[in-house]
């Protein structure tokens, strides 16, 4: 992703937070004392817990994360259909497996995942336990603020838009938000 050119106003996406770049600037590496270009950016999505978060790298390491630009309109509508679509689940959900997912920064990867827990959620023999509920939070909340921002929508609408697909995947009609679980 180097090759892309990075000005300020442009959105990343980073673990399934969104960002803006307000800051680029050439500065001294304080290890090499060679100059290298820097952005700045902060989250577009504030909340108590990140208002003051600013983050800073240099853009000759960008190809070492997962950093990436946000999803084309295009590829959120071909999210969204994967998530409306019918799945069948075969075998057994795997937690760990699914914790891996989420460090991916992939929203294809992210969104199947979401669809596995919304079935197994719905299998009233099935315990969905603590650690399921965490990881769909957590995964629905990599998906809501980037859906948000490519539809130019709150992120409460992004958040009932995904339930509102997600809930379609299982003949029995349980809601997904019961008990409060995806608060």
């Not at 590496?29 to 577009?44: A, C, M, Q, R």
């Not at 978060?53 to 997962?66: E, K, M, Q, R």
């Not at 997912?101 to 959620?121: F, G, R």
């Not at 769909?136 to 859906?147: A, C, T």
């Amino acid at each position: 992703m180097t090759d892309h050119k990075f000005k300020i106003g442009d959105k990343i996406v980073r673990f399934g937070r969104v960002y803006e770049i307000f800051k680029i600037s050439i500065e001294e590496n304080p290890d090499t004392g060679e100059d290298e270009e820097l952005i700045y950016f902060k989250p577009v999505y504030e909340s108590q817990a990140n208002k003051t978060l600013i983050c800073a790298i240099p853009v000759s390491n960008i190809d070492l994360t997962n950093i990436r630009l946000p999803m084309s309109e295009e590829e959120c509508d071909n999210l969204l259909d994967l998530l409306d679509s019918k799945y069948e689940m075969k075998g057994r959900f795997n937690t760990r497996l699914a914790k891996e997912v989420l460090k991916t920064n992939e929203p294809e990867k992210i969104a199947m995942m979401l669809k596995k827990l919304a079935i197994v959620k719905r299998d009233p023999d099935v315990n969905f336990t603590y650690t399921k509920k965490t990881v769909f939070r957590q995964g629905l909340k990599r998906l809501q603020e980037e859906v948000a921002l490519v539809k130019g929508i709150s992120l409460e609408e992004a958040r009932k838009k995904l339930i509102k697909m997600l809930q379609s995947q299982a003949a029995q009609s349980l809601p997904l938000d019961e008990d409060g679980d995806l608060d």
